[in-house]
Nanobody
Framework: QVQQVESGGGLVQAGDSLRLSCAAS????????MAWFRQAPGKEREFVAS????????YYDDSVKGRFTISRDNAKNTMYLQMNSLKPEDTAVYYC????????????WGQGTQVTVSS
């Protein structure tokens, strides 16, 4: 099992950058595919980006492609989301999620970190 804690959120202006971190506990971090999701007020949670257990195959939602970069450091049990050129519509609570490499669903979630982008 893996547990995650997100950090790095905050209040920024449009066009600014932020880097979110997801620190995972346990020695089996490299056994999990990881992803970022977000949930804006009054909206359903949506997929942002994912990365395989090996660090390969990064995948992005079209809304963030070219602006966000997902990465991970298995030696540090940490995943990152570099967010550039932030827009007000990026405002949301960002969640780190994990799934076993043979699982189809993300079953492990962090508590989330708030990102607010002002115009």
């Amino acid at each position: 099992q893996v547990q995650q804690v997100e950090s790095g959120g905050g209040l920024v202006q449009a066009g600014d950058s932020l880097r979110l971190s997801c620190a995972a506990s346990g020695r089996t971090f490299r056994s999990y595919d990881m992803a970022w999701f977000r949930q804006a007020p009054g909206k359903e949670r949506e997929f942002v980006a994912s990365i395989r257990w090996s660090g390969g195959s990064p995948y992005y939602d079209d809304s963030v492609k070219g602006r966000f970069t997902i990465s991970r450091d298995n030696a540090k049990n940490t995943m990152y989301l570099q967010m550039n050129s932030l827009k007000p519509e990026d405002t949301a609570v960002y969640y780190c999620a994990a799934r076993g490499i043979v699982d189809s669903q993300y079953g492990y979630w962090g508590q989330g970190t708030q990102v607010t982008v002002s115009s």
